[in-house]
């Protein structure tokens, strides 16, 4: 009865240390079973047969001056912050399409937010702001829907407000533009419109923290890698949605983007 009680312990510590070992890794592909497959976020490249893997999602927090004060902060003391959102949050919509934007559970103020966003194609870690795009692979248009009410209730309570930000669909965009073929986004026109009415416009300069100061300030947090994407903030007059709106999003140099509430 010793022996057989020696052997399932000494079975079980093995097991125990493979799954720990398992979970250690970010793997190779076919190191390990798995009892199922996840499958991984992309986002297509504008005019090519090719899709960007998405790494992880950041978004920085109140980067317009005037959705800072809008949002109750002070934007002279503030530094950046930023939070993420999952990555099978993406919801993909191709120029000229409309897409159908479902309205999510548990919150009565829906909130559009129309942000430039930047896909990492070489990461690195205390980036300098000099040559932070130098990491940017490209570009592209997109929406941080909120679920405002649960947002500042949790914020309210000291609290998270994951639950406002980080949901299914919570993360439109469209294709990515290779930055080689479009350029840097200094400054453009951004802008955001509700059945028609304009809500939000504004200028990509007017960034409190510009695209390359996020970067620098991201890696010193975490090391950046390839496939990571940052939505870069957004400006004031953000504002609520119901089924049926259709929302429509500019930003110069890229195609409009347009979803309708559903």
Known sequence: MKMKRRRFFQGSAAFA???LSGCATTGSPGAARTPFVVSGSTIPVAGAD???PVRRIYCIGRNYRAHSIEMGSD??????FFFQKPTDAIQFVA?????AHPY?????NYHYEV????AIGRGGR????????DHVWGYTLGLDMTRRDLQRAMGDQKKPWEIGKSFDHSAVLGPLHPAGQIGHFRDGAIWLKVNGQTKQNANLNQMIWSVAEQISHLSQANELFPGDIIYSGTPENVGPVVRGDLIEIHIDKLPNLQVRIV
């Open 17 to 19: 240390a493979a799954g």
């Open 50 to 52: 090719m899709a960007f």
């Open 75 to 80: 934007p002279n003391r503030e530094p950046p």
């Open 95 to 99: 120029p000229g399409t409309v897409g």
């Open 104 to 108: 999510p559970s548990l919150t009565k």
């Open 115 to 118: 942000e430039l966003v930047a």
């Open 126 to 133: 205390d980036i300098p702001v000099a040559s932070a795009l």
